[in-house]
């Protein structure tokens, strides 16, 4: 009985041998597969993250990580109903902080999301996932903060530098044609309301007010300038407009306003010096809306 099992015994131990050497083999190969990471230092703490991401899925700041050629896999609504950016987004799915089980279908390496966005514990047990709160870091750092999260922190300062640059060259043009003390107001309509906006409110108010250093009428800068957007009626628009007037038009909107003998008594508006921007493309304050805002507002201030 003992020489019939000694030949299963042998048999056992090659199969075991087998087994380990095929487990070695996959531990071997792991490192060559395994992903890179990296300590980024988030608003919420540390947290280790891709170095070279390849599945992206931004919540938020997708416009911010497609400046940088980051590869995107899911997206949130309004960027992708953005029509700057349809064409760059064309085949990404569109996805929100409550699909988890389509994210998770998606097989992220990275997750980017608002601070007030639900579900956030889950998403981080689905991949590294790094907030930002709305408003927290201005305009530019925002953009040098998605540079350092997908390291590329020196094409993102580059750029920064640049725009800045050329901004206040555009600026210092545009003053000395219109005149140092001329207003700008950005407004926009509203279902019943108007809108009238400060320094930081997309729409390229950070472009008009800050880095062209251009003036706002004092109504605005008194009720808009610290809370961002002032809401005021119809009625009352004259108060707020300035000698040129950038008006952020939601092309599905109810714009029946722009037929008033209010609207067309305002001397911006009977000087010919309103320039109009999409709504739907001018919500963003990323490098592809702001590229596109700063060509716009160089031709329209300057040819007019």
């Known amino acids: 009985m003992k ?15 087998a087994c380990g050497n095929k487990e070695t083999a996959n531990t ?29 899925i931004a919540l938020t700041n997708g416009p911010n990580v497609m400046a940088l050629d980051g590869n995107i896999v899911g997206i949130d609504q309004w960027t992708n109903m953005n029509p700057l950016f349809q064409e760059s987004l064309e085949g990404v799915e569109v996805v929100s902080e409550e699909n988890l089980e389509k994210i998770i279908e998606l097989e992220p390496d990275l997750i980017i999301a608002g ?22 870091l201005d305009y530019l750092t925002q953009q040098i903060e998605i540079g350092k999260l997908l ?12 725009f800045k640059e050329r901004a206040e060259s555009a600026g210092e043009a545009i003053r000395a044609k219109i005149g140092e003390d ?16 400060g320094n930081n409110y997309a729409r390229g108010t950070e472009i008009l007010y800050q880095a062209m250093e251009l003036k706002m009428p004092e109504n605005v800068k008194e009720l808009a300038l610290e809370s961002g957007i002032y809401t005021l009626s119809s009625e009352l628009l004259p108060e707020f407009a300035g000698d040129y007037i950038i008006f952020s038009k939601n092309p599905d909107g109810d714009n029946s306003f722009l037929e008033t003998e209010l609207w067309k008594n305002i001397p911006a508006v009977k000087n010919g010096r309103v320039f109009e921007i999409n709504s739907k493309a001018s919500t963003y304050s990323d490098p592809i809306t702001l590229e596109y805002l700063l060509e716009y507002f160089e031709k329209s201030f300057l040819n007019n």
């Open 3 to 17: 020489k019939l099992l000694i030949p299963f015994l042998f048999l056992f131990v090659l199969i075991l041998s």
């Open 28 to 56: 071997n190969n792991g490192p060559e597969t395994e992903t890179e990471t990296f300590t980024y230092q988030s608003e919420t703490g540390p947290i280790e993250v891709p170095t070279d991401p390849q599945r992206i």
């Open 115 to 136: 601070s007030h966005m639900k579900n956030i514990d889950k998403l981080n047990k689905i991949a590294p996932t790094v907030v930002y709160s709305w408003g927290k």
């Open 151 to 162: 390291n590329k922190e020196k094409e993102a300062e580059e750029w920064v530098n640049d």
């Open 182 to 197: 001329a207003t700008v107001s950005v407004i926009e309509s509203g279902p019943k309301e108007i809108y009238v906006f």
